[in-house]
């Protein structure tokens, strides 16, 4: 009876585990890129937030397009 209690006790352990890291990156996700956005929405939104300013948002929209 104890070893199966064992057993229950990690595999409820390993799952919590699991679920911890898949919130973790799930919180993480958004707050950078979120799923589904193109690096040339990523870049509209930096310059429209002023991370970066127009020559620094030109230069890398032309690199962008080259590819």
Do not use: C, H, P
């Not at 595999?11 to 996700?29: E, H």
């Not at 979120?34 to 990523?42: I, L, P, T």
Request: glycine share 10%; charged share 30%.
């Amino acid at each position: 009876m104890g070893g199966s209690l064992m057993i229950i006790f990690w595999i409820l352990v390993i799952v919590a585990i699991y679920y911890g890291i898949k919130w973790a990156t799930k919180s993480s996700d958004s707050q950078g890129m979120g799923r589904g956005e193109s690096a040339q929405e990523v870049l509209k939104r930096r310059y429209a937030s002023g991370e970066i300013d127009r020559e620094q948002y030109l230069r890398m929209k032309k690199d962008l397009e080259e590819n």
